[in-house]
């Protein structure tokens, strides 16, 4: 990586006669070697960086890594979103959750879980949304993310895509999906919006947009639960 260092000249009248340029390769060769006087300019910054990141939330019994079409950290987060609706007086609990892929940017740690490291899986400005959606609607959400290999979606949701990423069947709660029903779906703000090719949720027809994070709703859950778990359950599945 490089970065370029301007040298600026200027006369008495202190107006700007030339600029020039140089690049200065960025590397970790002073890493090992941090001098006494970097340490002390260092010093308060790391000392409000560790206050922020530092604090234990609770302990996870496994590593969980993200991805499609379904993966440990998906389910958990998922399920994070819909326990915070049925955990919260002032929201309508939801009948199922949704968070997307590309927003779990980190894995979940075994062992110990700080609050950095909830940060780093959603450090993203995105609020907990509870959408109302009548069941045809959901069917269009479960094919918009059968045509993305798969999103992060909580237990009561159970897939069958095929690789061409058509969805085949779909049920909440091992019941098929009613038209005519209105379901309530956990999610974020971003996705509620139609981001993502969730496009689906443009059609909500009411949207309860909380002032929760999704890092909130994450640090919460390892905090009551006190030890997090999770495991592959065939929620979705790609199939020929």
Not at 104 to 130: E, Y
Not at 202 to 221: E, F, P, R, Y
Request: charged share 20%; glycine share 10%; proline share 5%.
């Amino acid at each position: 990586m490089m970065g370029l260092c301007p040298t600026v000249c200027t006369h008495a009248q202190e107006k700007i006669s030339a600029i020039r340029t140089s690049r200065i390769e960025v590397t970790d060769r002073l890493d090992a070697q941090i001098t006494p006087q970097m340490r002390s300019v260092l010093a308060p910054y790391k000392t409000g960086v560790d206050s922020l990141m530092a604090p234990v939330l609770g302990q996870s019994r496994i590593g969980m890594g993200s991805g499609r079409p379904e993966s440990l950290l998906g389910n958990w987060a998922a399920d994070a979103l819909v326990w915070a609706t049925r955990t919260t007086d002032s929201l309508p609990p939801a009948d199922f959750g949704l968070i997307n892929v590309g927003g779990l940017r980190n894995s979940m740690p075994q062992g110990t879980v700080r609050r950095g490291d909830i940060l780093l899986i959603s450090p993203f400005i995105n609020h907990l949304t509870v959408c109302e959606l009548t069941g045809d609607v959901v069917l269009e959400l479960m094919e918009n993310i059968a045509s993305v290999g798969g999103e992060a979606v909580s237990r009561e949701v159970r897939m069958e895509t095929g690789t061409d990423g058509r969805l085949k069947s779909a049920t909440l709660n091992g019941e098929p999906i009613d038209p005519q029903r209105t379901y309530r779906l956990a999610t974020i703000d971003y996705l509620a919006e139609g981001n993502d090719k969730m496009v689906a949720l443009k059609k909500s027809s009411k949207k309860h947009i909380t002032g929760l994070l999704a890092s909130d709703v994450m640090m919460n859950c390892v905090k009551e639960s006190g030890t997090i778990d999770a495991k592959i359950e065939g929620r979705v599945i790609v199939t020929e």
